[in-house]
C-alpha cells in the first residue's frame, strides 16, 4: 500500500527559528549587491538540468501509465518550515518522480473539489515568505501544492512533470480542476508554458515579478540545454518555446491575469516580462491587470508578499463559488 508523507502544523517540527512578520531581502536565488537590488551569484552558477537527473531515474523504473501515480517522498524543507506556521496539514509525494507538495486547509473542506493555488518554482520555495497571504487563502478553503522540476526554464520535460501534477491532484486528491496558478520569478517560464497548452485548466495567473520572456531570463544561451537544444535551435523555435510569444490560448480562454512588479527591478525587468506581457496580452482581448511597485527590485518584501489585491484575485479566481461555475462550463483539452 502506498504511503504519504504528512506534516501536521500543529505538530512541534524542528525548524529553523525565524522573526515574525516579514523581512526585506532578495529573493534567491540572486544576491543583494548592498543597494536593495539583486545580481547574479556567479558562485551559484544557473545550471540548466530539465527535470532533476534523480527524478528522471525514478522515472524509467515507473509501470507503464503510472506517471501520475503519488508515492512518498522526503519533505521539502521550505514548504515544511512554512506549514509549520500554519492551520494546516502538508503532503509530500512523488510525481514522475518528482518531489511534490499539497498544502491544505486543516479544517474540514467545505468545497469539493476542492481549490488550490499552484506555486512555481519549487526551488527553496515556497517559504515562509509566503505565510501571510497562504494564512488568508486556508482560511478560505484554498490549498496550494507545487512539483520540483528543476531548473527546467518551462522546456517540454518539466511540463509533461507538471501535467502529472496536475491529474495526480484532480484525481487521486479531488482538487479542483481549474487552480489558480502564482508564477514567481522564473517561475513563470514553467506555469505559462503548462497554461497555454492547457488553458480550460486555468482559473488564473497571479504573478509576482514574473519571468514572461526567455530571452530576459535566462536568455536562450542559459536556456537551451533544459530544451536539449542549441542556443541556435532554440532561437528559431522560440514561438514554440517563450511564454509571451504564446499568450493567444490563454486570452482566447479569457484566463484573467494579475502581476505585481517592481520598477527597479534589474534580474528580471519590468518593461521585458510582466509591461510586455501585460501590453500583448491586452492586444489579443485578455484581461489583465498590472501592479507596479516603484523602487522595488527583485526582492522579498510587504509590496509583493503583503499584497492584499493579489490575494482577493487568488481568492476571486480559484475559490467558490465562481470556481465552480467555470468548471462547469469549461470544455476539455
Not at 94 to 113: M, Q
Amino acid at each position: 500500500m502506498k504511503t504519504t508523507s504528512v506534516v501536521t502544523a500543529t505538530v512541534v517540527l524542528t525548524l529553523m527559528t525565524v522573526a515574525s512578520g516579514i523581512p526585506t531581502r532578495v529573493a534567491r536565488p540572486e544576491r543583494s549587491d548592498g543597494r536593495g537590488e539583486s545580481r547574479g551569484n556567479p558562485a551559484t552558477p544557473f545550471v540548466p538540468q530539465g527535470v532533476p537527473p534523480a527524478a528522471e531515474d525514478r522515472a524509467k523504473n515507473k509501470a507503464p501509465g503510472d506517471a501520475g501515480a503519488a508515492a512518498s517522498s522526503p519533505a521539502i524543507p521550505a514548504v515544511a518550515e512554512l506549514a509549520g506556521q500554519l492551520p494546516c496539514t502538508v503532503e509530500f509525494f512523488e510525481v514522475a518522480g518528482c518531489r511534490a507538495f499539497l498544502i491544505r486547509p486543516k479544517a474540514k473542506a467545505a468545497n469539493s473539489p476542492m481549490p488550490w493555488v499552484w506555486y512555481a518554482p519549487v526551488i527553496g520555495h515556497p517559504n515562509t515568505s509566503h505565510a501571510w497571504m497562504l494564512r488568508q487563502w486556508l482560511a478560505k478553503g484554498i490549498a496550494m501544492a507545487g512539483v520540483d522540476v528543476g531548473e527546467s526554464c518551462g522546456g517540454p520535460q518539466g511540463r509533461k512533470v507538471f501535467t502529472a501534477l496536475w491529474e495526480t491532484l484532480t484525481g487521486r486528491y479531488g482538487m479542483s480542476q481549474r487552480p489558480c496558478l502564482l508564477p514567481q520569478s522564473r517561475g513563470g517560464l514553467m506555469l505559462y508554458n503548462w497554461a497555454v497548452e492547457h488553458p480550460s485548466r486555468v482559473a488564473g495567473i497571479a504573478g509576482i515579478y514574473t519571468v514572461c520572456d526567455l530571452r530576459s531570463y535566462p536568455g536562450v544561451e542559459r536556456a537551451s540545454g533544459a530544451y536539449g537544444m542549441t542556443a541556435a535551435d532554440l532561437e528559431s523555435r522560440l514561438a514554440e518555446h517563450n511564454p509571451i510569444d504564446r499568450l493567444g490560448p490563454l486570452a482566447k480562454a479569457g484566463v484573467p491575469i494579475l502581476h505585481v512588479h517592481g520598477d527597479a527591478d534589474v534580474v528580471v525587468p519590468l518593461e521585458k516580462n510582466s509591461g510586455e506581457l501585460a501590453r500583448r496580452y491586452r492586444a489579443l482581448g485578455g484581461p489583465v491587470r498590472l501592479i507596479v511597485v516603484p523602487g522595488k527590485g527583485h526582492e522579498v518584501c510587504p509590496e509583493f508578499f503583503h499584497c492584499q489585491e493579489l490575494v482577493d484575485f487568488v481568492i476571486a479566481h480559484a475559490g467558490p463559488p465562481a470556481h465552480k461555475r467555470r468548471e462547469a462550463r469549461s470544455p476539455p483539452d
